[in-house]
């Protein structure tokens, strides 16, 4: 078996389509977007705890 497919793509096979299930890139500018604010989410949670922190240490 090869280790390197994706964990769905391993456990289904060749039998079935996995056309962005298993593997998916932004096509469009709506799928950038969402990328996007994804990042910019998770980067405003990693400051968040951050400042978070900071009040309840100071």
């Known amino acids: ?5 994706d964990p769905v793509e391993r456990l289904l096979g ?5 056309v962005e299930v298993a593997a998916w890139d ?4 709506l799928d950038r977007l969402a990328i996007g604010i994804h990042r910019w989410l998770r980067r405003g949670r990693r400051v968040g ?4 922190a900071a009040v309840i240490l100071y």
């Open 14 to 18: 060749e039998s079935r389509d996995l």
């Open 26 to 29: 932004p096509r469009s500018r």
């Open 49 to 52: 705890v951050v400042a978070l």
């Open 1 to 5: 078996m090869d280790d390197t497919r």
